[in-house]
Nanobody, 114 residues
Framework: QVQLVESGGGLVQAGGSLRLSCAAS????????MGWYRQAPGKQRELVAT???????NYADSVKGRFTISRENGKKMVYLQMNSLKPEDTAIYYC????????WGQGTQVTVSS
């Protein structure tokens, strides 16, 4: 069983920054896809960003140029640096891993005030 634990969420003013972290319970060297999704109240969960084992990244159009995903395989960590935050970024952010199935963390709340 794989566990993912997110941290780093909180309350921030518009224009501010936050860095989310995701700690995996297993080695992630061989994990092809890891990423971040988010779910705002009353909305479906949506892709924010993904990163492959080769370092290729993919971003939702709404966060391109503002968010950066990265991973440290040796530390079993995935990060999401979020800059220039907007109120519409308010959501619960979930860490994601694809490994013979889909694994999710418990989520961390990000609230951006205007």
């Amino acid at each position: 069983q794989v566990q993912l634990v997110e941290s780093g969420g909180g309350l921030v003013q518009a224009g501010g920054s936050l860095r989310l972290s995701c700690a995996a319970s297993r080695n992630i060297f061989s994990i092809n896809v890891m990423g971040w999704y988010r779910q705002a109240p009353g909305k479906q969960r949506e892709l924010v960003a993904t990163i492959t084992s080769g370092g290729n990244t993919n971003y939702a159009d709404s966060v391109k140029g503002r968010f950066t995903i990265s991973r440290e395989n040796g530390k079993k960590m995935v990060y999401l640096q979020m800059n220039s935050l907007k109120p519409e970024d308010t959501a619960i952010y979930y860490c994601y891993m694809r490994f013979y199935g889909d694994y999710w963390g418990q989520g961390t709340q990000v609230t951006v005030s205007s």
